[in-house]
């Protein structure tokens, strides 16, 4: 499988990325390659840099060193890439659909058409009913659905989603990491999935990056990445599962 | 403090209203105050009538809220688009903001000399002197609003491919900042109706020049429909405003 997809031409490139605030630099010699469909996923303890590594990938931020390169907008109406928020971060004065029509307005969409694209991720995360109203009068984990919904709507060529279902429900939750399983299969997006539930990680993920090695005056970089390898279905029951997450997490430690 | 409920609460405050009414009249009637300082209560509704009848009262109101319209509009509409400006453009800003701590200071009847000498005793006189307090009020209100839009908003835009200034504007900056915005506009409402009188007082037809021509009368009475007037049109438009308000800001918890 692998063999295939150094065939294919990656949607994203980092070479060599180092970031930070000001003078500080918070995570260094970050490299990554995403080619269309994988899922790689990060994690690492609270405050390594992994939001401050997706803002760094979109380009929200500009890297202290080191290069990234993200494809163009498509000439259809997709973006090249989008984010769900580590906080929903909604715009209060517009309603749920609304909201998820943000990333649909500028390209060339019909109202009708912005509307349907909207319904169908708001469907997908179980709030359809939800669509007219103000965001205040969700809960904290419907809120973070719209979020995801916002940006599964545009379509996206590269989805980074940064701990996406750490607000929900242990029900929820496992509902909504089978949509992305589903997801996954039906799309070519390439997707970043930032996670400290190490489980989830290698539960979804091709691979896993674990980032940490931070000491004081002293900055983080990626101590490895895990190619997890097993097969998408099942794969909790799989018997290298619970391996692989100790693993992981002794690498955390 | 006990909380009364609301009937109980506007049987106090009718009753505080009928007691003052009440002793004013006694006052007056029992000599302790001669007439000429103060109208009696009782005589008010009658000369109400009379300017009224006449058409005085419409007639003079008519021009007042001409001038306040005027001002008003211009006033707020001016210092919406320089507080926002002022916001977003860090160059003119900077360039503007000694200006702008130097004629800030200036109370808006500081202007009548170069209103009379620009504009002669005319309306537009009485308009650009309203305008100056509304103005300052808008500016100052819209600019603290903008200044102080969460930035992670911004954030989401940009992230879901709105990038212009325009949209950013439209989709995030106003919007985030319209309850502060429409709360300038309401102070401004009422900064702008104080100065009417005041503005009127020199000359130029309305509410402003009947009083003082009452005043130089002794005729007391009238003085007083027309402060009830002013107060009373006050707490219309006000109440309008506010609905207004609620109306725009409904996405509000
Ligand atoms: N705007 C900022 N200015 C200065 N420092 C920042 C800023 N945002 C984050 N940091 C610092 O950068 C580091 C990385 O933050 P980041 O939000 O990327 O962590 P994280 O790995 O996403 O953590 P968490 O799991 O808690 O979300 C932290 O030490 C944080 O204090
Ligand atoms: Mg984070």
Partial sequence: MSAVRSESTPVLNAR????????????????????????TAVVGTSGVGKSTLLRALTGLIAPHDGEVTIPARRADASRAWSMVFQAPRLFPWRRVRANVELGLEG??????????????????????EYAGRWP?????????RVGIARALAVRPQVLFMDEPFSALDAITRRRLQQELVELRRRTEAAIVFVTHDIEEAVSLADRVMVLGGQDTGHPAGVIDTVEVGLPLDGRRDH????????RVEEMIA | MTTLSRPRRVLYSALGVGVFLVLWELTLRSGLLPGTLVPLPSAIPGVLWLELSDGIWF?????SLAHYSVGLLVGSVLGILVGVSAALLPRFDAAHAWLARLLRPIPPLAWIPFAIIWFGVTPTAAAFIISIGVFWINYFASYSAVRSVDPGYDEVARAFGQHGFLPRLAKVNLPAASPGILGGLRAGLGQGWMTVVAAELFGIPGIGQRMMEAS????????VVYMLTIAALYALLDFVFMLFQRR???WQP
């Fill in chain 2, 216 to 223: 130089s009368l002794l005729a007391t009475d009238i003085v």
């Fill in chain 1, 239 to 246: 018997p290298a599962f619970s391996a692989l997450v100790q």
């Fill in chain 2, 248 to 250: 725009m800001l409904r």
């Fill in chain 2, 59 to 63: 007639e003079v109101v008519g021009s």
């Fill in chain 1, 136 to 144: 205040h009068t969700l809960s904290g984990g419907q809120q973070q």
């Fill in chain 1, 16 to 39: 060599n990325l180092s970031l930070g605030f000001g003078r500080t630099t918070v995570l260094t010699d970050v490299d990554l390659t995403l080619h269309p469909q994988e899922f």
């Fill in chain 1, 107 to 128: 390209l060339g969409l019909s109202r009708a058409e912005r509307r349907r694209r909207a319904m169908e991720p708001l469907a997908l995360v179980g709030l359809e």
